[in-house]
């Protein structure tokens, strides 16, 4: 590198055009040389010249760039990484010289953060305000935005410092005692409006199909799957929760592959489908195969099952097990909806019933 800048300082002009760059570089690769041009630029011994415009490939690269004599060696970034507040570990960058130089400025912005105000980490802050606390960017921690930025947070042990926590998008729910010990979490928007209707319109509301129900949420589909969305987190529910949490959604195999995935992400919480629902749907599905159009009845053909689907089935009545496996290799599908309000409320139970 220190060859190539001084060739870039002894070239006659004060701006240089890409085609001469390439020739001081010497790279053959492209992706090679533009990691070595942003290298120079990190480094401050070029700057691009905007209105140049650019090469047209990917990633692009400007056609002219100014040439400046602020050159950064080696030597003075190691200084500068040994210099680093002790809580960031700079180890990986004395490593990866390069590395340090592509997130330079978003490390110096944390030092001199962590130099002056660490006190103010002692109290947690949602990812969003501690990143805009930092760095001014509220999107610098965001798990899409700021993904790259939590992994090199997290490669110099600097991401657990900053005390935050995780604020996952809302959840439809509605509650009808505080101290929450039975969720049931619904994966159809109507079915869950319909069963929050029953609880609101039902005096001394227990539950359904003999199930105490405290809680019930709207699934979203696959949303109660995502990791960084938890339904734990949302609930405020602790490793030690002792309650039960009930899944009940489509009977096809993209409805069973959500409450697998569901489980998979949600370790600590004991959760079971609502078996008495679908046994009640695959029952009342059962006669509409009479009708000599019930080819209507099939489902998206293109799905594919879980290879774990026989957690589900073991985790349901042996005979309604068996019903459904026969329905969806027959590839029916049913809707949740099949369970309407005027079904429903035959099923309620209220306070003093067994």
Same mark, same amino acid.
């Given at each position: 590198?220190?060859?190539?800048?001084?060739? !870039?300082?002894?070239?006659?002009?004060? &701006?240089?055009?890409? %085609? #001469? $760059?390439?020739?001081?570089?010497? /790279?053959?690769?492209?992706?090679?040389?533009?990691?070595?041009?942003?290298?120079?630029?990190?480094?401050?011994?070029?700057?691009?010249?905007?209105?140049?415009?650019?090469?047209?490939?990917?990633?692009?690269?400007?056609?002219?760039?100014?040439? !400046?004599?602020?050159?950064?060696?080696? &030597?003075?970034?190691? %200084? #500068? $990484?040994?210099?680093?507040?002790? /809580?960031?570990?700079?180890?990986?960058?004395?490593?990866?010289?390069?590395?340090?130089?592509?997130n330079r400025d978003f490390i110096l912005t944390l030092d001199t953060f962590l130099k002056a105000h660490s006190g103010d980490l002692l109290y947690p802050l949602s990812e969003n305000e501690r990143?805009?606390?930092?760095?001014?960017?509220?999107?610098? $921690?965001?798990k899409k935005d700021g993904k790259d930025n939590i992994?090199?947070?997290?490669?110099?042990?600097?991401?657990?410092?900053?005390?935050?926590?995780?604020?996952?998008e809302p959840f439809f729910d509605y509650r009808i005692r505080k101290n929450i010990k039975n969720v049931l979490v619904i994966e159809n928007k109507d079915t869950w409006f319909t069963v929050r209707k029953i609880m609101l319109d039902t005096p001394n509301f227990?539950?359904?199909?003999?199930?105490?129900?405290?809680?019930?949420?709207?699934?979203?589909?696959?949303?109660?799957?995502?990791?960084?969305?938890?339904?734990?987190?949302?609930?405020?529910?602790?490793s030690h929760f002792e309650g039960k949490v009930w899944y009940w959604g489509d009977i096809d195999y993209e409805g069973i592959d959500i409450f697998l995935s569901f489980v998979n992400v949600s370790p600590e919480l004991d959760i079971l489908p609502f078996s008495a629902a679908y046994e009640k749907m695959a029952k009342l599905f059962e006669p509409l195969l009479a009708d000599s159009n019930s080819s209507r009845l099939k489902?998206?053909?293109?799905?594919?099952?879980?290879?774990?689907?026989?957690?589900?089935?073991?985790k349901i009545d042996c005979y309604s097990a068996e019903r459904i496996k026969k329905l969806l290799h027959d590839e029916y599908y049913i809707p949740q909806e099949i369970l309407n309000h005027e079904v429903l409320k035959d099923y309620v139970y209220c306070e003093g019933e067994k």
């Amino acid at each position: 590198m220190d060859e190539i800048v001084k060739s !870039i300082y002894e070239y006659p002009y004060k &701006k240089i055009e890409l %085609d #001469e $760059l390439k020739k001081i570089i010497k /790279l053959n690769e492209y992706a090679d040389l533009v990691e070595a041009i942003n290298s120079l630029i990190s480094r401050g011994v070029v700057k691009p010249v905007k209105k140049s415009g650019k090469n047209g490939l990917n990633p692009s690269l400007f056609l002219k760039y100014h040439i !400046i004599n602020n050159f950064t060696t080696d &030597k003075m970034l190691i %200084d #500068e $990484l040994n210099s680093l507040h002790y /809580l960031i570990n700079a180890d990986v960058f004395r490593k990866n010289i390069e590395k340090y130089i592509q997130n330079r400025d978003f490390i110096l912005t944390l030092d001199t953060f962590l130099k002056a105000h660490s006190g103010d980490l002692l109290y947690p802050l949602s990812e969003n305000e501690r990143a805009y606390q930092i760095w001014n960017d509220e999107k610098a $921690l965001d798990k899409k935005d700021g993904k790259d930025n939590i992994t090199l947070l997290k490669n110099c042990n600097a991401f657990d410092i900053l005390n935050t926590y995780s604020t996952p998008e809302p959840f439809f729910d509605y509650r009808i005692r505080k101290n929450i010990k039975n969720v049931l979490v619904i994966e159809n928007k109507d079915t869950w409006f319909t069963v929050r209707k029953i609880m609101l319109d039902t005096p001394n509301f227990i539950g359904l199909f003999g199930t105490e129900i405290d809680c019930v949420i709207y699934g979203e589909g696959r949303k109660v799957t995502k990791r960084n969305n938890s339904l734990q987190d949302y609930l405020n529910i602790d490793s030690h929760f002792e309650g039960k949490v009930w899944y009940w959604g489509d009977i096809d195999y993209e409805g069973i592959d959500i409450f697998l995935s569901f489980v998979n992400v949600s370790p600590e919480l004991d959760i079971l489908p609502f078996s008495a629902a679908y046994e009640k749907m695959a029952k009342l599905f059962e006669p509409l195969l009479a009708d000599s159009n019930s080819s209507r009845l099939k489902g998206h053909t293109n799905q594919k099952h879980s290879e774990n689907i026989s957690e589900f089935y073991s985790k349901i009545d042996c005979y309604s097990a068996e019903r459904i496996k026969k329905l969806l290799h027959d590839e029916y599908y049913i809707p949740q909806e099949i369970l309407n309000h005027e079904v429903l409320k035959d099923y309620v139970y209220c306070e003093g019933e067994k």
